[in-house]
């Protein structure tokens, strides 16, 4: 029996859209650092386990799926710089393209979300990202080392007692490692936008070498098995 939940993974890409390519400035080292890196390979593992999978096929260089389709500039939906301070574009996209890049990317993104929750026997969506290690100049956390694990739920987007359920079990499991609620992050847009249809949570993994990728992966799936049959909640 699959896991009664929705993945979502939308910074796990590192492709660069043709509408852009020729006055993007990003390397492809600038373009991994402002992604999710291991985010693939922490969360992929979860596709056939859960109801339904849904990964982006941009990079969050390009078009930021977690942003509102209005925050346009700075670290919006299209960015003038990365969260390092790298510029991203020899000349910033006119209208034309920033409308294009939207309708191709950005809206059948969020679409896919709004169906899949539509499922049958769907409880929680779940919105997978990865973080870097210590807080990067675009971050509320700025130079500060993060913990391995942060869930958050915009102290509303799904009830705090599933938020506590499962950071609980990813602390057990994880016994040696920091796991927090809120904090760094707070929830950020998917999951606000979102949850007006059903609960959504977020959830952080610190990119630190100090658990391995597999760790990661499997204590993920172990906790969410966990709270899957947690007879406390209507899963």
């Given at each position: 029996?699959?896991?009664?939940?929705?993945?979502?993974?939308?910074h796990g890409s590192l492709q660069i859209p043709a509408e852009i390519q020729d006055i993007?400035?990003?390397?492809?080292?600038?373009?991994?650092?402002?992604?999710?890196?291991?985010?693939?390979?922490?969360?992929?593992?979860?596709?056939?386990?859960?109801?339904?999978?849904?990964?982006?096929?941009?990079?969050?260089?390009?078009?930021?799926?977690?942003?509102?389709?209005?925050?346009?500039?700075?670290?919006?939906?299209?960015?003038?710089?990365?969260?390092?301070?790298?510029?991203?574009?020899?000349?910033?996209?006119?209208?034309?393209i920033i409308s294009l890049l939207l309708k191709r990317y950005y809206t059948p993104y969020?679409?896919?979300?709004?169906?899949?929750?539509?499922?049958?026997?769907?409880?929680?969506?779940?919105?997978?990202?990865?973080?870097?290690?210590?807080?990067?100049?675009?971050?509320?956390?700025?130079?500060?080392?993060?913990?391995?694990?942060?869930?958050?739920?915009?102290?509303?987007?799904?009830?705090?007692?599933?938020?506590?359920?499962?950071?609980?079990?990813?602390?057990?499991?994880?016994?040696?490692?920091?796991?927090?609620?809120?904090?760094?992050?707070?929830?950020?847009?998917?999951?606000?936008?979102?949850?007006?249809?059903?609960?959504?949570?977020?959830i952080e993994f610190s990119r630190t070498g100090t658990v391995s990728t597999q760790q990661?992966?499997?204590?993920?799936?172990?906790?969410?098995?966990?709270?899957?049959?947690?007879?406390?909640?209507?899963?």
């Amino acid at each position: 029996m699959k896991l009664p939940f929705l993945i979502s993974v939308p910074h796990g890409s590192l492709q660069i859209p043709a509408e852009i390519q020729d006055i993007c400035l990003l390397s492809t080292a600038d373009i991994l650092q402002d992604s999710d890196e291991e985010a693939e390979a922490i969360y992929s593992s979860l596709k056939g386990k859960v109801l339904d999978f849904v990964m982006a096929d941009i990079a969050r260089a390009a078009v930021d799926l977690n942003r509102a389709s209005d925050d346009i500039g700075g670290d919006g939906v299209i960015k003038t710089h990365t969260c390092y301070g790298r510029q991203v574009y020899e000349k910033f996209p006119d209208q034309q393209i920033i409308s294009l890049l939207l309708k191709r990317y950005y809206t059948p993104y969020h679409a896919k979300l709004s169906r899949a929750q539509r499922l049958p026997g769907v409880k929680l969506a779940i919105d997978c990202h990865t973080m870097a290690e210590v807080g990067p100049p675009v971050s509320p956390d700025v130079g500060q080392k993060r913990p391995l694990i942060c869930l958050s739920n915009a102290d509303s987007t799904c009830p705090m007692e599933w938020v506590l359920a499962l950071a609980a079990y990813l602390q057990d499991i994880f016994s040696a490692e920091e796991v927090t609620v809120n904090k760094p992050f707070r929830g950020g847009y998917t999951v606000r936008r979102h949850a007006v249809e059903m609960p959504w949570l977020q959830i952080e993994f610190s990119r630190t070498g100090t658990v391995s990728t597999q760790q990661k992966s499997a204590g993920l799936i172990l906790a969410l098995e966990q709270l899957a049959v947690d007879k406390r909640f209507c899963f």
